[in-house]
Nanobody, 120 residues
Framework: QVQLVESGGGLVQPGGSLRLSCAAS????????MGWYRQAPGKKRELVAA???????NYADSVKGRFTISRDNAKNTVYLQMNSLKPEDTAVYYC??????????????WGQGTQVTVSS
């Protein structure tokens, strides 16, 4: 069993910053790609940023230069540093992890989501 626990969401002023954290625990051999997705009202869930176990990253065009994804493999934790936040960043942010459970089993897991609200 694998659990993803997210933290760091909340209310912030435009131009402010937040750091999201997501810690994976349970039966884990290793974790391949970890990522952050978000879903705003009236929009589909979209990839915000992703990072491989080797450290390669990918960002949505809308957050490039403002957000930074990182991970601590020893802690099975992924972070999303969000700077210069805009109202359009308001969404529920979801953590995702591609988890290797055994030599033959690979599972895709999601966190429960954390609300990020950017407003004056």
């Amino acid at each position: 069993q694998v659990q993803l626990v997210e933290s760091g969401g909340g209310l912030v002023q435009p131009g402010g910053s937040l750091r999201l954290s997501c810690a994976a625990s349970g039966s884990i051999v290793s974790i391949n790609t970890m990522g952050w997705y978000r879903q705003a009202p009236g929009k589909k869930r979209e990839l915000v940023a992703a990072i491989t176990s080797a450290g390669s990253t990918n960002y949505a065009d809308s957050v490039k230069g403002r957000f930074t994804i990182s991970r601590d493999n020893a802690k099975n934790t992924v972070y999303l540093q969000m700077n210069s936040l805009k109202p359009e960043d308001t969404a529920v942010y979801y953590c995702n992890a591609d988890v290797v459970r055994s030599s033959w089993r690979r599972d895709d897991h999601w966190g429960q989501g954390t609300q990020v609200t950017v407003s004056s």
